[in-house]
């Protein structure tokens, strides 16, 4: 693993589009769908992953994050561990603190280990989770923190989250499982503006989320194609793939600087900009 950063005992994340300082990655060198566990792995299945294809694209999206004045942290990468690229399920950070998931399916079970030993070689505090949350599950905004509810997230992981976060309001977002994690179906890009795939989450709740944030829906296609899961970095600047032509429109029409990279092999087993990064420190 490797972080010129001299002080690593910061951490801070209040929100999911302040300036990112510090992300934690992991290249695709092991990249692979070998347990399919989600709709888009099923689609590729057959034809897998180019890791030499994967590790270029992983590569871009890293040096435009550098060239944008985000210090990049990169765990290292085991055979073991085939979906090890999508490092925000392994941990999140909530204000000051870090909380490292309990994995929910087997074949992710362990990667959480890279993340500890870094922390504790960095003199890093954190807390483990119990009862079953993974990041993508986790949105941030100030003092509220949306948590989706699925198969990979428990009811039981929300009280948690609200006895250890006191000072948050903890809103639980039920959606279809289908689609893994919250981050795959909702988004937040500024304290008004947010990405929605609507289909996956009840007509109550989608109304809930429209009287915080002027929502820019997500069609079905570019669902597919990971439109909702953009990784915001401050500035209003986001990266994310080419192919989502109108979401990307609809985040211009609002005034955002969309960064847009081709991501289009790692999205084949599930997860895009978002959920490859993980961010320690917002200002």
Not at 100 to 114: L, Y
Not at 154 to 160: K, L
Request: charged letters at 30%; one cysteine or more.
């Amino acid at each position: 693993m490797s972080s010129p950063v001299e002080d690593q005992s910061k951490t801070n994340v209040n929100t999911e589009y302040d300036t990112l300082k510090r992300v934690i990655l992991c290249k695709p060198k092991f990249m692979a769908i070998e347990d399919v566990i989600n709709d888009t792995q099923k689609q590729y299945a057959d034809e897998n992953i180019d890791r030499d294809l994967a590790m270029k694209q992983h590569k871009e999206f890293e040096m435009l994050l550098r060239e944008h004045g985000v210090e990049v942290i990169t765990l290292p990468s085991s055979e073991q561990f085939p979906e090890q690229v999508f490092t925000r399920d392994i941990g999140f950070t909530v204000g000051e603190d870090i909380f490292v998931s309990e994995m929910a399916s087997d074949i992710r079970k362990g990667e959480e280990e890279a993340l500890e030993e870094f922390l504790e070689d960095e003199n890093i505090p954190y807390q483990t989770t119990t009862d079953r949350v993974e990041g993508g599950d986790v949105i941030v905004d100030r003092n509220k923190v949306y948590v989706g509810i699925s198969s990979r997230t428990s009811e039981e992981a929300v009280r948690n989250l609200q006895r250890d976060l006191p000072k948050h309001k903890i809103i639980r977002v039920p959606f279809n499982e289908k689609y893994l994690h919250l981050d795959c179906v909702f988004n937040i890009l500024s304290p008004e503006i947010g990405l929605i795939f609507p289909e996956a989450l009840s007509a109550d709740m989608v109304e809930t989320l429209s009287n915080t944030y002027k929502l820019i829906d997500v069609s079905p296609e570019e669902q597919f194609t990971m439109g909702t899961n953009v990784l915001s970095i401050g500035g209003g600047k986001v990266f994310s793939l080419p192919q989502n032509a109108n979401v990307n429109t609809a985040m211009r029409a609002h005034g955002f600087e969309v960064i847009e990279v081709d991501f289009s092999e790692i999205i084949k087993s599930g997860g895009s900009f978002r959920c490859c990064s993980m961010p320690l420190e917002r200002e």
